[in-house]
């Protein structure tokens, strides 16, 4: 069920809004705006339907037994041997990303990112090398959403790099989703660009998704949406539940990345449940709840899992909105572990851990989510809110004048409510008041919308919810 325009008499607080000036070619504020504007734009793009159905499980299982068949994926296993170790496993990955980019007519770039590097885990000077297929997009190329899966492996040892690790769920599952996407993506064409990353060193200490970052900062993107996938096959969980439809969506509330000066303004004005990685969370749950049967969205509201990290993190330490996608069941016998059975407990992770059709369906989440917001018009920059002591609220944002954006929508819900509850679309403005609405009550949000249907992850006001802010020197570590 999707999230629609609250009907603007049966809500009581709705007394009267007013249209506040245009950044675009409008009337004189005192004018009304032509019928035409007062038409929101349907909440449907058809074209999702069709993609939220297209990954193909049978595929996904292949990749996952070619990945597991490397024997082991450890960052400091072999870089040079052609069948065995990190190094075969990455080769095959660019392989494949290069054939579906035959497939679409060279539609992917295929490029290596990484860098020599040592600490705790990689006692010596070792390549990290990232697998990235870029699928720039026709209108908007500098604006990326991102989905990435982890090439490496491990075992119980987080040194050993030459037992078996086969890697089936944790994370050859995150990898296989990835191509998978990209085979079902690249048939169609997108405003934004879309980069599909297969990413190393997680398990040595995120050094992988570090380096992207730092490539996606050097390169100027516009990072708008990081869907880190760890770990999205397994429906048994060690609690005794077996569940294939339901997953869990993890999320910063508090950006890492804020400084004291922004820390400061956040806690007189709110947010903390707000950063612009909550709101893609939200996001992605509304298009699953509009596009996908039976998988149920949990949005947890926490960076990850209780004192454990993954791939999103060095993301939004970069400052990019992140977001951690997984099953909701983890099984730990599958995890990190020797391959052996023990007290009549089989331990590791092989493949037979694995539900092919469960790792196809959050695919599709991911691919109908990156289409989504390819297809959508960029969120809105410089949101501001104002009020203070009034019976009206005022939200005011930067008018993107490209030809793709129908209009703004607002979206408001009160401050103890976990997700959006009303909305209303207030046309192609670049503010908006809500008379009769005290700002103190509700917290509130914009977001842009396309003619195709498409809407951005909602914006919440300031620092706190921008999903483009650059990175100062005096950011939290």
């Given at each position: 069920?999707?999230?629609?325009?609250?009907?603007?008499?049966?809500?009581?607080?709705?007394?009267?809004?007013t249209?506040?000036?245009?950044?675009?070619?409008?009337?004189?504020?005192?004018?009304?705006?032509?019928?035409?504007?007062?038409?929101?734009?349907?909440?449907?793009?058809?074209?999702?339907?069709?993609?939220?159905?297209?990954?193909?499980?049978?595929?996904?299982?292949?990749?996952?037994?070619?990945?597991?068949?490397?024997?082991?994926?450890?960052?400091?296993?072999?870089?040079?041997?052609?069948?065995?170790?990190?190094?075969?496993?990455?080769?095959?990955?660019?392989?494949?990303?290069?054939?579906?980019?035959?497939?679409?007519?060279?539609?992917?770039?295929?490029?290596?990112?990484?860098?020599?590097?040592s600490?705790?885990?990689?006692p010596?000077?070792?390549?990290?090398?990232?697998?990235?297929?870029?699928?720039?997009?026709?209108?908007?190329?500098?604006?990326?959403?991102?989905?990435?899966?982890?090439?490496d492996?491990?075992v119980?040892?987080?040194?050993?790099?030459?037992?078996?690790?086969?890697?089936?769920?944790?994370?050859?599952?995150?990898?296989?989703?990835?191509?998978?996407?990209?085979?079902?993506?690249?048939?169609?064409?997108?405003?934004?660009?879309?980069v599909?990353?297969?990413?190393?060193?997680e398990?040595?200490?995120?050094?992988?998704?570090?380096?992207?970052?730092?490539?996606?900062?050097?390169?100027?993107?516009?990072?708008?949406?990081v869907?880190?996938?760890?770990?999205?096959?397994?429906?048994?969980?060690?609690?005794?539940?077996?569940?294939?439809?339901?997953?869990?969506?993890?999320?910063?509330?508090?950006?890492?990345a804020?400084?004291?000066?922004?820390?400061?303004?956040?806690?007189?004005?709110?947010?903390?449940?707000?950063?612009?990685?909550?709101?893609?969370?939200?996001?992605?749950?509304?298009?699953?709840?509009?596009?996908?049967?039976?998988?149920?969205?949990?949005?947890?509201?926490?960076?990850?899992?209780?004192?454990?990290?993954?791939?999103?993190?060095?993301?939004?330490?970069?400052?990019?909105?992140?977001?951690?996608?997984?099953?909701?069941?983890?099984?730990?016998?599958?995890?990190?572990?020797?391959?052996?059975?023990?007290?009549?407990?089989?331990?590791?992770?092989?493949?037979?851990?694995?539900?092919?059709?469960?790792?196809?369906?959050?695919?599709?989440?991911n691919?109908?989510?990156?289409a989504?917001?390819?297809?959508?018009?960029?969120?809105?920059t410089?949101?501001?809110?104002?009020?203070?002591?009034?019976?009206?609220?005022?939200?005011?944002?930067?008018?993107?004048?490209?030809?793709?954006?129908?209009?703004?929508?607002i979206?408001?819900?009160?401050?103890?409510?976990?997700?959006?509850?009303?909305?209303?679309?207030?046309?192609?403005?670049?503010?908006?008041?809500?008379?009769?609405?005290?700002?103190?009550?509700?917290?509130?949000?914009?977001?842009?919308v396309?003619?195709?249907?498409?809407?951005?992850?909602?914006?919440?006001?300031?620092?706190?919810?921008?999903?483009?802010?650059?990175?100062?020197?005096?950011?939290?570590?």
């Amino acid at each position: 069920m999707t999230m629609k325009a609250t009907p603007y008499l049966k809500l009581p607080l709705l007394l009267l809004a007013t249209m506040t000036a245009s950044s675009f070619a409008a009337p004189p504020a005192a004018t009304p705006l032509n019928a035409a504007s007062y038409t929101a734009p349907s909440e449907e793009d058809l074209r999702l339907y069709d993609i939220a159905s297209a990954p193909q499980a049978s595929r996904i299982l292949k990749d996952i037994q070619t990945l597991v068949d490397f024997g082991t994926r450890h960052t400091l296993s072999s870089q040079t041997d052609p069948q065995q170790g990190i190094g075969a496993a990455r080769n095959w990955i660019k392989a494949e990303f290069e054939r579906i980019s035959a497939d679409c007519g060279h539609c992917l770039e295929v490029i290596e990112v990484g860098a020599t590097v040592s600490g705790k885990r990689i006692p010596n000077p070792t390549k990290v090398v990232n697998i990235i297929a870029i699928q720039k997009g026709t209108l908007d190329p500098n604006r990326v959403v991102m989905m990435s899966g982890d090439i490496d492996s491990r075992v119980s040892d987080v040194m050993d790099a030459t037992s078996v690790a086969p890697g089936a769920n944790d994370n050859a599952s995150g990898v296989a989703g990835t191509l998978e996407a990209a085979r079902v993506l690249s048939q169609y064409q997108f405003g934004g660009t879309i980069v599909y990353a297969a990413l190393s060193g997680e398990e040595q200490g995120l050094y992988g998704g570090a380096g992207l970052a730092d490539f996606a900062k050097k390169q100027g993107w516009q990072v708008e949406a990081v869907l880190n996938n760890d770990m999205i096959g397994n429906i048994a969980g060690i609690n005794g539940v077996v569940s294939n439809h339901t997953v869990r969506i993890f999320s910063e509330g508090v950006r890492i990345a804020e400084t004291e000066k922004e820390a400061k303004e956040r806690y007189f004005s709110g947010g903390e449940n707000d950063s612009a990685s909550r709101n893609l969370a939200r996001h992605i749950k509304q298009l699953a709840d509009q596009y996908m049967t039976n998988l149920d969205v949990q949005l947890i509201y926490r960076l990850d899992r209780f004192g454990r990290g993954g791939h999103h993190l060095p993301f939004n330490k970069a400052g990019y909105p992140a977001v951690r996608i997984m099953e909701t069941n983890e099984n730990y016998h599958r995890q990190h572990q020797d391959i052996r059975v023990e007290d009549g407990i089989a331990y590791g992770d092989v493949i037979e851990g694995v539900d092919e059709v469960y790792a196809a369906k959050l695919t599709a989440l991911n691919a109908i989510s990156l289409a989504a917001m390819a297809w959508a018009p960029a969120p809105p920059t410089q949101v501001a809110i104002t009020g203070q002591v009034s019976a009206d609220t005022n939200i005011s944002w930067q008018a993107n004048p490209t030809a793709e954006v129908a209009g703004y929508r607002i979206y408001w819900r009160k401050t103890t409510e976990p997700e959006w509850t009303h909305s209303r679309f207030v046309g192609k403005v670049n503010s908006f008041t809500l008379s009769n609405m005290v700002i103190d009550n509700y917290l509130y949000g914009v977001a842009a919308v396309g003619y195709n249907g498409n809407t951005s992850p909602v914006v919440f006001p300031g620092a706190a919810g921008a999903f483009f802010h650059p990175v100062t020197e005096n950011a939290k570590p």
